[in-house]
């Protein structure tokens, strides 16, 4: 891509983002920070008891996240964030106004299968379904691109990067 801009890669747990994200930073020489490393101990600790989060535990983890985007601003970067929500994104994009989303999306029964096979992570399976039910998906006035997650990483990453150059092509 010609203009260093933040990448999040966001979707459902399951879906590869810890995976795909730093497969795409590499592509595009920038570095990679992974979301899950921006939450408070307190959202991790409810996360392992199986208790989704609420707005009120997802602010300081996005206004961190927003953080690490805007210092990386003009100079590129890829993060990771579920960034379920149209609000999630949006005060995202508050704090780094240049970001665009990478929405990694797949087949529930896939998803599924990859969390269960995953070790440890402290997000169970069982909140698969609260992940899905808060998801919105990109608006069409909303920079970003959907991938679709079957294939191994390397497809996935090399899909994911072909459709940011194309949307940064078509202007």
């Known amino acids: ?13 399951g879906t590869g983002k810890t995976t795909i994200g730093p497969l ?28 989704p989060l609420d707005d009120h535990d997802r602010g300081p983890w996005l206004d961190a996240i927003g953080a690490w985007a805007h210092d ?6 890829v993060v990771s964030s579920s960034a379920l929500k149209r609000a999630y994104r949006d005060r995202l994009r508050a704090a780094a ?11 529930r029964a896939l998803i599924e299968r990859r969390m269960a096979e ?15 039910a808060t998801l919105e998906p990109l ?23 072909a459709a940011l150059r194309r949307r940064e092509q078509a202007g």
């Open 72 to 77: 990386r601003a003009g100079r590129g970067g």
């Open 24 to 51: 795409v930073a590499a592509a595009l020489g920038v570095p990679y920070a992974e979301g899950d490393d921006f939450h408070p101990p307190a959202n991790i600790a409810k996360m392992s008891a199986g208790t």
């Open 97 to 107: 106004p240049e970001a665009v989303f990478l929405h990694l999306t797949g087949d």
């Open 118 to 132: 995953r070790k440890g992570h402290f997000m169970p399976a069982a909140l698969l379904d609260s992940q899905f």
């Open 139 to 161: 608006g069409a006035d909303e920079a970003g691109v959907a991938v679709d997650v079957s294939g191994t990483p390397e497809e996935v990453a090399g899909r994911a990067v």
């Open 1 to 13: 891509m010609s203009t260093p801009h933040v990448i999040v890669v966001m979707g459902v747990a």
